[in-house]
């Protein structure tokens, strides 16, 4: 057995995670990659493999790690995560015992206190097994084209209510949108590798502001660019890049019941930080069984689960 693994069918110990812990904060720093760090691509894996749960059919989360495979690592809406797996792998490699539905969770965790964040309670458990008759339809995720009605169709699928969905959506307070992936292009926040509450400052900041452009593939956004430091003259490469926001971002501000959450977290970053741990907290165990040892037992006829 590996030294300081757990025992089998048990999840890891707050001290077996540590080194876990300290193998993903080394790897955050990423200096050729996007804008330096591969925080807000592990916080994106992270959320996208819980953000599938359906509550009526108890279906997706976290739990399994199906993106690993096609059906649903090859979901549009995926688009860009292999860099994240990729980033985790040598992790995964040190620290055998850890499955991968753990390790992308805790990863989000760690990237988010790392990156200035709030501390994510986080709980171990997950099991690899992926159960082939219970493997999430695509189309599950949100698209970033639609508004607040479609917001409320995916995330009360999920269990959560209006001022959830506001606080989840602070996490694009981090990273940035790829052509090649979404379609969307830019980044949110001028200091995208950093948790605060400049995401809500700024959608509020910039009313009436936000443009609305069209891109060449088509796609809709808002743009904010500083006409002064935009300006035609002098060199490309002083042009400031401008920020960006979703028609689901807007969407927050022209909501009469997202609106003042918008307003208070804009206010009050303590109270975006305690929200956001809280929520993404409950992202993460979304689907997730546990008894009353805190086991998680999705799997429990599954043998020796933790290593498939
Ligand atoms: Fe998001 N997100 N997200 N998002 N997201 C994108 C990027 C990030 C939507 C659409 C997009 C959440 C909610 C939503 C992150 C975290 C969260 C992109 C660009 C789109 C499009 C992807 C690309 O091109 O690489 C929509 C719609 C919703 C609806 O609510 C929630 C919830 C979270 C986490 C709690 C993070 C982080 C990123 C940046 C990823 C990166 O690679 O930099």
Redesign the pocket.
């Known amino acids: 057995p590996q030294q300081n693994a757990p025992a089998p069918g048990a999840a890891p110990t707050a001290e077996q995670l540590e080194p876990v812990k300290a193998a993903v904060r080394a790897l955050l720093h990423q200096p050729e990659y ?1 804008d330096g760090s591969a925080g ?2 592990l ?2 894996l992270a ?1 996208h493999s819980a ?1 599938t749960y359906c509550k009526e059919t108890n279906t997706g989360g976290s739990n399994g790690a199906g993106m690993r495979y096609e059906k649903e690592g090859g979901d549009p809406a995926n688009a ?1 995560l292999q860099h994240a797996r990729a980033f985790l792998e040598p992790v995964k490699s040190q620290f055998p015992f850890i499955s991968y539905a753990d390790l992308w969770t805790l990863a989000a965790a760690v990237a988010v206190a790392e990156m200035g964040g709030p501390s994510v309670p986080w709980q171990g458990g997950r099991t690899d097994y992926v159960d082939d008759a219970k493997v999430p339809p695509r189309g599950r995720l ?3 084209a639609q508004g607040a009605d479609h ?1 409320r169709f ?2 009360y699928r999920m269990g959560f209510n209006d001022q959830e ?1 506001v606080a ?2 602070g ?2 307070n ?5 052509g090649d ?2 379609g ?1 292009e830019g980044k949110w926040v001028n200091n ?1 590798t950093r948790l605060s509450n400049q995401y809500f400052k700024l959608l509020l900041k910039f009313e009436g502001k936000w443009r609305k452009t069209t891109l060449a593939n088509g796609l809709q956004q808002f743009v904010y660019v500083d006409e002064d430091l935009a300006g035609g003259e002098g060199d490309e490469d002083e042009k400031e890049e401008g920020l960006m926001m ?1 028609p ?1 971002d807007m969407s927050l501000l022209s909501d009469p019941q997202f609106r003042p959450w918008v307003e208070k977290y804009a206010a009050d970053q303590d109270l975006f930080f305690r929200d956001f741990a809280a929520v ?1 907290a409950k ?1 993460l165990e979304l689907g997730l069984k546990r008894d009353s040892q805190g086991r998680v037992v999705n799997d429990e006829n599954v043998e020796d689960g933790y290593r498939s």
């Open positions: 996007d807000p691509v916080v994106r959320w953000g860009g949100p698209d970033g917001l995916i995330f969905i989840l959506s996490a694009h981090l990273g940035r949108c790829h992936r979404s969307f995208p979703l689901t993404f992202l």
